[in-house]
């Protein structure tokens, strides 16, 4: 069950992808508070001035002002919408602190990297990030009765679930109302792009080759008018901060690392890989190879949401032919896990490999012979890769 705290004399900043639930939270929150609480939302057809955060702020304080000294609560959602929102509520905010105006202030924005940029640049030290991230294994065995193939398949969307007994539906839905919304309206639509065609080509080879290690070049040779390489991190980075697809780094063992020229490939949530495949969950299950990647994005996909809330970070390791599916460091712990999609006894020359170079780290099998991967997807990633 998702939680949120009551709000103390900061900014409480809730970001995540589109359909993880924040506004859900949010309104289960205020239905269970005992303040006087005011929620407006910026995401309108018609777009929204700074002067629209102010007349919602001036109202929430006209309501704090008549419930005395506990004050009240105001949410803004979508503020990243907002041209120029974080000075304004920095300005608002400031004048707040000083009068001792009791009201407290929840954000919710489903652009990340926008918000972490307002925050930055005008709200430094008045703040506290949650960030929500795609729902886990449990909670949509929980919510909706799913079985782990279902998870593994159908992805993380809480929306999306009903559509899932009528698979072209469901796919529709993700490519209408996910993907497409994501990409037009979070990336496209608020942030500078000169080749918005370029970004979608980039975001298809994302769930196309999840779970795959591809070059920049490699990109660049299936790519038209694809630019170049810094152009290709740079959209890569953009679908990150939506929640779509991220690009894991190569783990050097060093404090300082460079942006590798071969990034992993892998979405954050499977949905949009299976979305576009053409396939359904039983096609899917008899195709052994596009399984496999299924398996390795899940497990992918539930480390890679937790790297993004900042419980852990994660990269890939290659050397050579020897490679490791994911390392994962949390604190001085450095973790490799190797993903298995059978009960095959293949040998894993990567794991030895890795050992032999950092022979202080601890390695998991996922699946196959190790732990099983419902176990793994059920339980915090920290619980994995953290010792006491």
């Known amino acids: 069950m998702r939680r949120l705290k009551e709000p103390r004399r900061f900014i409480q900043v809730i970001t995540g ?14 239905d269970q508070s005992t303040l006087k609480s005011r929620y407006a939302s910026a995401d309108e057809p018609t777009l929204q001035s700074s002067q629209w955060i102010t007349q919602q702020w001036e109202a929430a304080r006209l309501e704090a002002k008549d419930v ?15 041209p120029h929102w974080s ?16 009201l407290k202030i929840i954000l919710l924005g489903s652009a990340p990297l926008l918000i972490q940029r307002g925050l930055t640049e005008s709200l430094a030290g008045r703040f506290e990030i949650l960030h929500l991230p795609h729902w886990s294994y449990l909670e949509m065995q929980q919510a909706f009765g799913w079985t782990l193939d279902q998870f593994m398949f159908y992805g993380s969307y809480p ?16 490519k209408d109302a996910l993907i497409e919304t994501t990409i037009s309206r979070d990336v496209l639509l608020l942030t500078r792009v000169d080749k918005p065609a370029l970004l979608r080509r980039v975001f298809e080879l994302g769930c196309v080759h999840s779970s795959q290690i591809l070059s920049y070049q490699k990109m660049l040779g299936q790519l038209q ?14 679908l990150t901060g939506a929640g779509m697809v991220t690009g894991l780094q190569k783990f050097t063992g060093g404090a300082v690392r460079q942006r590798a020229s071969s990034p992993k490939l892998q979405v954050l949530n499977t949905a949009l ?13 008899k195709d052994l190879p596009f399984w496999g990647r299924i398996v390795e994005s899940a497990v992918g996909a539930h480390l890679a949401n937790a790297s993004a809330a900042g419980a852990i970070a994660l990269f890939y390791w290659r050397d050579r032919n020897r490679e490791v599916d994911f390392v994962v460091r949390a604190g001085r712990t450095v973790t490799v896990l190797e993903v298995k999609s059978s009960r095959r006894r293949d040998s894993l020359p990567g794991i ?37």
């Open 68 to 82: 005395g000294r506990r004050g009240s609560l105001l949410v803004l959602d979508e503020i990243q919408k907002i």
């Open 273 to 285: 890989m299976s979305a576009q495949c053409g396939l359904t969950l039983t096609m899917a299950r």
């Open 225 to 238: 008018d694809a630019g170049n390489t810094t152009t290709l991190a740079h959209y890569l980075d953009l």
């Open 159 to 174: 929306g999306a679930a009903p559509l899932v007994k009528d698979p072209n539906r469901w796919a529709r839905y993700v």
């Open 17 to 30: 992808a589109r359909q993880v639930g924040k506004t859900t939270l949010i309104r289960q929150v205020l």
């Open 87 to 102: 000075e304004t509520v920095k300005h608002l905010w400031d004048a707040d602190s000083s009068s001792g105006m009791p």
């Open 352 to 388: 030895e490999a890795f050992a032999a170079t950092f022979p202080k780290a601890r390695s998991l099998l996922v699946g196959g012979d190790g732990i099983p991967i419902e176990e793994f997807l059920s339980k915090p990633v920290e619980h994995w890769v953290t010792t006491s």
